[in-house]
């Protein structure tokens, strides 16, 4: 069964930096393109960033761009989501999720949703 757990999230101010972690298990990690995806409460979960399997190619939405850096260690299953200069707009859980089966893009994910991380940024 795969399983994602995401880690990083907490209280910062406005201006600061936040790392979070996702540790993925039950799948081959390497094979898959991974995303970072934020929820706001009572919206649809959106895509904010996604990797390729060997992390030649990113993506992040325009909204985050130049704020957030996706970042991936094969060796360890894991994904990153360094995210600097915080503002309160990204004040959401964050949830990492795999594609349903490319390596390349995070199209169809795979809804194997771990507990998400809560991220709340103060002005």
């Known amino acids: 069964q795969v399983q994602m757990v995401e880690s990083g999230g907490g209280l910062a101010q406005a201006g600061g930096s936040l790392r979070l972690s996702c540790a993925a298990s039950g799948h081959t990690f390497s094979s898959y393109a991974m995303g970072w995806f934020r929820q706001d409460p009572g919206k649809k979960r959106e895509l904010v960033a996604a990797?390729?399997?060997?992390?030649?190619?990113?993506y992040y939405a325009d909204s985050v761009k130049g704020r957030l850096t996706i970042s991936r260690d094969n060796a360890k299953n894991t994904v990153y989501l360094q995210m600097n200069s915080l503002n309160p707009e990204v004040t959401a859980v964050y949830f990492c999720?795999?594609?349903?089966?490319?390596?390349?893009?995070?199209?169809?994910?795979?809804?194997?949703w771990g507990q998400g991380t809560q991220v709340t940024v103060s002005s």
């Open positions: 999720d795999q594609d349903r089966f490319s390596g390349v893009v995070v199209s169809q994910p795979s809804a194997n």
């Open positions: 990797i390729s399997w060997d992390g030649a190619n990113t």
